[in-house]
């Protein structure tokens, strides 16, 4: 099945220690996003990709970065991780106005 | 601007009961409206969708919602819950004018009770 799959599941770092999460699709979408979670929280979206074409949000801090390599995979990177910084991050794909399709998502954990 | 608004953030319901859940919108263009479902730690499933024409549009698992553009709302129902219809629902709006990006509202999260 076509899909969208996030790893890892769940990801520990340290306090300013960097961390990168991935995502990868088979559904040849031409979008992706990358949204944060905060507990009992909507998600929040932080940037995403319209093909190679990069759009951050405007109140997105300088902490996280995205990368995307090919229209399969995108990275989301937290240079410093901070203890505010704990949540799900969901990656989700879209093609034109279709629905979005979301990841299982990576809890981000930040000791 | 768009802004999603969902106005009960718990909904208590007993098993076989009926539900709604309700959501309002504000957006100065058309918009698309979306219901999705997410299940603890795990992503969000899409579970309905409304872009154009019929204003009553049906889902998956028995939900329903039905889009009035004079009141602004897109609210959600299933006639009778099951036990696993617990989970935290998600109302958002998107739209050319957002390229396609999506506004969440604050999510509703129902309980169903034996």
């Known amino acids: 099945d076509a899909m969208v799959i996030q790893n890892p599941r769940y990801q520990v770092t340290q306090f300013g220690k960097p961390v990168t999460l991935s995502c990868s699709q088979t559904l040849n979408h031409n979008v992706m996003y990358w949204y944060q979670q905060k507990s009992s929280q909507a998600p929040k979206l932080l940037f995403h990709?319209?093909?190679?074409?990069?759009?951050n949000e405007a109140d997105t801090p300088d902490n996280f970065q995205s990368r995307r390599p090919n229209t399969s995979f995108c990275f989301l990177d937290i240079r410093s991780p901070g203890l505010g910084d704990a949540a799900m991050y969901l990656c989700?794909?879209?093609?034109?106005?279709?629905?979005?399709?979301f990841g299982n998502g990576t809890r981000l954990t930040v000791t | 601007a768009q802004s999603v608004t969902q106005l009960d953030s718990q909904v208590p319901v007993f098993e076989e009961a009926p539900v709604e859940l309700r959501c309002n919108y504000s957006s100065s263009v058309s918009v698309y409206l979306f219901w999705y479902v997410q299940y603890p730690n795990q992503g969000l499933q899409l579970l309905l969708k409304y872009l154009s024409g019929s204003t009553l549009v049906k889902g998956i698992n028995g939900f329903e919602a039905e889009f009035n553009k004079s009141q602004t709302s897109f609210h959600l129902r299933k006639p009778s819950v099951h036990i696993s219809d617990t989970a935290e629902y998600f109302c958002a709006a998107g739209g050319k004018a957002a390229g396609n990006k999506l506004t969440f509202g604050g999510g509703t999260r129902v309980l169903v009770k034996p």
């Open positions: 989700a794909t879209s093609r034109g106005n279709s629905p979005l399709h």
């Open positions: 990709y319209y093909d190679k074409d990069f759009n």
